[in-house]
């Protein structure tokens, strides 16, 4: 560890302490802003939709048990 010390190394990815995140990142020139976005959308859209499932899901179940324990169906 000692020749690590006092030396000036550069590091291969620069790490910043700054806590701002850019909207806009470029990766090969290229902006991904746009597709992290739709992609933000588009999983939100889906765990929406299975959370709705879920508890579609759950509330039938309570109901069916409901109706049996009230009339005794099994």
């Known amino acids: 560890m000692d020749e690590y010390i006092g ?3 550069n590091p291969v990815l620069p790490i910043s302490t700054d806590a701002t995140f ?14 992290l976005t739709w ?12 959370s709705v499932v879920t508890i579609k899901i759950s509330v039938s179940q309570a ?11 099994w």
């Open 7 to 9: 030396s000036n190394w």
């Open 22 to 35: 850019s909207s806009e990142t470029t990766v090969l020139g290229t902006s991904v802003s746009y597709h």
């Open 39 to 50: 992609g933000a959308i588009v999983l939100s859209v889906i765990m929406g939709a299975i």
């Open 63 to 73: 109901i069916i048990s409901f109706f049996r324990w009230q009339y005794q169906i």
